[in-house]
């Protein structure tokens, strides 16, 4: 079945970068954009940007350009997203999402998520 | 940035109850909307894309309408698995905004 298996819990220090994996299977990876989104513990959702697995093209949330930065391992089917100069506002579960395009920015399915907790 | 609010932003039903959930976009976004439904510590599963078409597997309980600004998810007999919190999403610009939620829970 189509899965997406992120990393593991992250706890990083205020400055510090995070880099989360997500793994896809039962679909041919590079057939479909990856995003993600975060959302904060209690929160709502929050989108962050997209990247296509087979030309590596990327595109931000204005939000967050500049800190984020997401990229692929087509050999191991594997997205991932590097969020830096984190602060405490940053703690937050980060999801991965399949675009199924229909239209663009549909997502499913979703990764597990990874919670990230900035902490000094 | 299009803004999506949700009403209610919670509410409490009973199990067989007919339920509707509203959201609203701050400007027109065609039938460029989602649904997708979150229980505690999981991700969110899509329901229901461009409005109005149930995605595969999803019970028929489910279904939306609307297209413009104006948007409604209806579950037609509430399920003990429905208690979650549900999201709408707009996938007409290119940055995706979600609403911020309803709370569904029971009476």
């Known amino acids: 079945q189509v899965q997406l298996v992120q990393s593991g819990a992250e706890v990083k220090k205020p400055g510090a970068s995070v880099k989360v994996s997500c793994k896809a299977s039962?679909?041919?990876?590079?057939?479909?954009?990856i995003n993600w989104v975060r959302q904060a513990t209690g929160q709502g959702l929050e989108w962050m940007g997209w990247m296509n697995p087979n030309s590596g093209n990327t595109g931000y949330a204005q939000k967050f350009q500049g800190r984020v930065t997401m990229t692929r391992n087509t050999s191991i089917s594997t997205a991932y997203m590097e969020l830096s100069s984190l602060r405490s506002e940053d703690t937050a579960v980060y999801y991965c999402?399949?675009?199924?395009?229909?239209?663009?920015?549909?997502?499913?399915?979703w990764g597990q998520g990874t919670l990230v907790t900035v902490s000094s | 940035d299009i803004q999506m609010t949700q009403s209610p932003s919670s509410l409490s039903a009973s199990v067989g109850d007919r339920v509707t959930i509203t959201c609203r976009a701050s400007q027109s976004i065609s039938s460029y909307l989602n649904w997708y439904q979150q229980k505690p510590g999981k991700a969110p599963k899509l329901l229901i894309y461009?409005?109005?078409s149930l995605q595969s597997g999803v019970p028929s309980r489910f279904s939306g309408s609307g297209s413009g600004t104006d948007f409604t998810l209806t579950i037609s007999s509430l399920q003990p698995e429905d208690f979650a919190t549900y999201y709408c999403q707009q996938s007409y610009s290119t940055l995706p905004t979600f609403g911020p939620g309803t709370k569904v829970d029971i009476k």
């Open positions: 461009a409005a109005s």
């Open positions: 999402a399949r675009d199924l395009r229909v239209p663009a920015a549909t997502f499913d399915p």
């Open positions: 039962g679909y041919t990876f590079t057939s479909y954009d």
